[in-house]
Structure formats: C-alpha cells, structure tokens
C-alpha cells in the first residue's frame, strides 16, 4: 500500500510539472509575440513628425504670453514632449527595455534545480522500492 501511495503521489507530481511547463511554454509563446510584433511605422512617423511641427510653431503662440521667457521656455517644453515621445515608444515595445534574457536565464535555472531533485527524489524512491 505504502509503494502505490508514492507512486500515485509522483504520477500526481509529474503530471503537475507537466501542466506547468505547457502552461509556461504557452506564456513564452504570448511574449515572443508580443517581441516580434512592430510597431505600425507610419504611426510613429506620424507622431514625431506632428511633435516636431508642434514644437516648431509653439514658440510664435507662447510669445504673445511669455515675451522673451519664451526662449527658455521652449527648450524645456521640447524636452518633456520629446521624453514623453520616447516612452511612448518604449511602453509599446516592452520586450526591448525589459531585461527579458536574464529572466529567462533565472527560470531556466530554476526548472533545472527542480529537475535534479525531482531525478535524485525519484531514483531514490526507484532504488529503496527495488531494495525492499
């Protein structure tokens, strides 16, 4: 009774394992995706092309209300817009900011301490079932 309990257990662990790695698989197959997906290009030019227009006649409007303060307006005006820009840019393609290859180099380290002590337990249960 005590061998197919250990057994039933490490079918039951196994098939768990199992469940998590597609389950993992499935996940890297969404982030591949996501990875390979381009940016729609003619949007992006649009953007920075509005961006720089935008900031091109900004000065003719501000300087009714600045005057000369208007020259150090702009500059700072050009570099908060252009950063914005720039994040928009790196929040619709993730996968180039996220340290995406040190993740993967931790998970798979990981499933292969899970799998050497999943091999060592389950040979040990092997060998002590073959000795009794």
């Known amino acids: 009774m ?16 199992e469940e998590r790695l597609v389950s993992f698989q499935i996940e890297i197959g ?6 390979y997906q381009p940016i729609y290009v003619p949007y992006t030019r649009h ?22 303060a208007t020259i150090a307006v702009m500059p700072v005006l050009a570099f908060l817009l252009s950063g914005i820009e720039n994040i ?13 290859r040190a ?8 499933v292969e301490i899970i799998e050497r002590t999943f091999l060592q337990d389950n040979f040990k249960k092997v060998l002590d079932g073959l000795t009794n």
Do not use: D, N
């Open 88 to 100: 928009g840019i790196h929040i619709e393609q993730p996968m180039m900011v996220l340290p995406v």
């Open 30 to 35: 969404c982030l591949e995706r996501i990875k």
């Open 103 to 110: 993740l993967a180099q931790s998970a798979k380290r990981t």
């Open 2 to 17: 005590l061998k197919s309990a250990q057994h039933i257990l490490a079918v039951m662990e196994r098939t768990t394992i």
């Open 47 to 68: 953007t920075s092309r509005f961006l720089v227009m935008y900031l091109t006649w900004l000065p003719f409007g501000l300087f009714a209300y600045l005057s000369w």
